[in-house]
């Protein structure tokens, strides 16, 4: 039987939230006991109210998040092929903290797995941030990025369809410039950030699943993201 790996970060309140994002809160809106005094039959219900970033958690960043062409699509607007298929994970836990990742070094973690980077794959990268500072506030600061030309070698070179890692951004903090977002504002191949669980499929290839919610002009969205071992 498949095996699914979940590789999603936990929605909460006061969860981790890039700075300048709204932050998570989620509420109750209606509790057993409050319903239980219209229903009748001994019916009750209970439900929640979210208030959340649409890059909150565990979230692709679409097009027009970073492109201001009227014509950039929104993640609604985004081909859903984009976000499920072969997929692997290359282990970069061993680089040194708030490292600045060039392809060399993704071209190192292909061969010690024995994997290669094939066209239209969806790759994701353990950087073991996450294990080493999630939920405290070392987890928004200090991880390792990737160059502008890892980029270059994923998406022009290589030609796959869709990444990301285990850090709050591909992009090595501090920096206001965010090259690699403004790759992706030129080649429309989007990647996804707060990935969890990597170590579970880190030299791994597997089919990756990671769905966007159909939310109307959506800069971004959340995703529940899983791997699928044969």
């Known amino acids: 039987m498949p095996e699914a790996i979940d590789l999603t970060q936990e ?6 939230v890039f700075p300048g994002h709204l932050k998570t809160i989620i509420f109750d809106h209606a509790t057993h006991e409050e319903t239980a005094r219209i229903m009748t039959e001994g019916y009750s219900y209970a439900s929640k109210g979210l208030l959340m970033c649409d890059h909150g958690p565990t979230h692709v960043d679409a097009v027009c998040h970073i492109n201001p062409d009227p014509e950039a699509p929104c993640v ?16 970069l836990s061993h680089v040194p903290e708030h490292s600045l990742m060039g392809p060399e070094i993704i071209q190192e973690a292909e061969k010690k797995a024995g994997l290669e980077i094939q066209e239209d794959d969806i790759v994701l990268f353990y950087t073991g941030h996450y294990d080493r500072h999630y939920p405290k506030p070392e987890y ?10 890892s980029a270059v070698y994923l998406i022009e070179e290589k030609k796959i369809k869709n990444w990301g890692a285990d850090t709050p951004s591909p992009d090595r903090p501090p920096t206001t410039s965010y090259p690699l977002h403004i ?3 030129k080649t429309w191949v989007p990647h996804m950030e707060n990935l969890c669980n990597l170590d579970k499929v880190a030299g791994k290839r597997f089919t990756f699943v990671g769905l966007p919610l159909r939310i109307r002009k959506g ?12």
């Open 11 to 16: 929605i909460y309140t006061g969860m981790p």
């Open 76 to 91: 609604d607007e985004m081909p859903l092929d984009t976000f499920f298929g072969p997929a692997l994970c290359l282990d």
């Open 140 to 149: 928004l600061e200090g991880y390792s990025g990737f160059s502008l030309e």
């Open 183 to 185: 790759h992706y504002r």
């Open 219 to 230: 800069t971004g969205s959340p995703i529940r993201a899983i791997a699928i071992l044969d």
